[in-house]
């Protein structure tokens, strides 16, 4: 999980950096954190970087919280923004650039771990847990799946930018799934239906143009999986379809 902490006062940003990592260690949930004394780098950084949580001091020496966190709503709408604040009466202004929560500062060992076990529990419910490397553990957005397949060991597991290899076998992988999502397509591979662009002979092409092997006698089933869940912008060869 990659998260942001723009705070300038040390004492704050050492603060949060150590208790979110504890928390997130105890929850065997691996974390990279990057921490920022201001509004500019921090901006800067989504050029290259995407995170699932942002802490932003709201009263930051040289910038306002509240703007930083309009123009981080500019470049990205999912990001969990977490406000950390001393003055409660301006955390409800948090709501017009579609924060998630706000930690008044004075009440900062109290509030740090319930915003966390609220964030965590929703954030899992649309993620699934990857074991990959020495036990290390990454939580995956299931809508950034783009296809899974047996490696003979466990599975391989691709995303439109990753590719993660976990000792979890497909079959233990699949149930986790929300039912309907994904479509085998050959023996232990599957593909998230709703990303699938072509259906040709012998393979499909799913987003970002990589293609997969169909089997034959997987073939119809895919197509029909493809049109219950696709509106349109599927493909298929005319001398494809019986």
């Given at each position: 999980?990659?998260?942001?902490?723009?705070?300038?006062e040390?004492?704050?940003?050492?603060?949060?950096?150590?208790?979110?990592?504890?928390?997130?260690?105890?929850?065997?949930v691996?974390?990279?954190?990057?921490?920022?004394q201001?509004?500019?780098?921090?901006?800067?950084?989504?050029?290259?970087?995407?995170?699932?949580?942002?802490?932003?001091?709201?009263?930051?020496?040289?910038?306002?919280?509240?703007?930083?966190?309009?123009?981080?709503?500019k470049?990205?709408?999912?990001?969990?923004?977490?406000?950390?604040?001393?003055?409660?009466?301006?955390?409800?202004?948090?709501?017009?650039?579609?924060?998630?929560?706000?930690i008044v500062?004075?009440?900062?060992?109290?509030r740090?771990?319930?915003?966390?076990?609220?964030?965590?529990?929703?954030?899992?419910?649309?993620?699934?847990?990857?074991?990959?490397?020495?036990?290390?553990?990454?939580?995956?957005?299931?809508?950034?799946?783009?296809?899974?397949?047996?490696?003979?060991?466990?599975?391989?597991?691709?995303?439109?930018d990753?590719?993660?290899?976990?000792?979890?076998?497909?079959s233990?992988?699949?149930?986790l799934?929300?039912?309907?999502?994904?479509?085998?397509?050959?023996?232990?591979?599957?593909?998230?239906?709703?990303?699938?662009?072509n259906?040709?002979?012998?393979?499909?092409?799913?987003?970002?143009?990589?293609?997969?092997?169909?089997?034959?006698?997987?073939r119809?089933?895919?197509?029909?999986?493809?049109?219950?869940?696709?509106?349109?912008?599927?493909?298929?060869?005319?001398?494809?379809?019986?």
């Amino acid at each position: 999980m990659k998260i942001a902490v723009c705070e300038d006062e040390k004492i704050y940003s050492d603060l949060l950096k150590k208790r979110v990592e504890e928390y997130f260690s105890e929850h065997g949930v691996h974390t990279e954190i990057s921490v920022f004394q201001d509004s500019e780098p921090l901006i800067s950084s989504l050029a290259e970087h995407t995170y699932d949580i942002i802490f932003l001091d709201i009263q930051l020496e040289n910038s306002d919280g509240m703007e930083t966190a309009a123009a981080i709503r500019k470049a990205d709408r999912k990001t969990a923004i977490i406000f950390v604040t001393g003055l409660e009466n301006r955390a409800v202004e948090g709501y017009s650039v579609a924060a998630y929560d706000y930690i008044v500062k004075s009440t900062f060992d109290d509030r740090i771990e319930k915003v966390l076990d609220r964030f965590l529990n929703e954030y899992s419910r649309g993620t699934v847990s990857l074991t990959i490397g020495n036990d290390e553990t990454v939580i995956v957005p299931v809508n950034d799946i783009l296809w899974i397949e047996s490696d003979g060991r466990g599975a391989v597991i691709g995303t439109s930018d990753t590719q993660y290899s976990t000792v979890q076998p497909v079959s233990r992988i699949i149930p986790l799934l929300p039912e309907n999502m994904f479509t085998e397509i050959y023996l232990s591979v599957f593909v998230q239906t709703s990303k699938i662009v072509n259906i040709g002979n012998d393979s499909v092409e799913i987003a970002g143009g990589k293609s997969l092997p169909v089997s034959r006698r997987k073939r119809k089933s895919v197509m029909s999986a493809v049109m219950k869940s696709v509106r349109g912008g599927v493909s298929c060869r005319a001398k494809d379809i019986h």
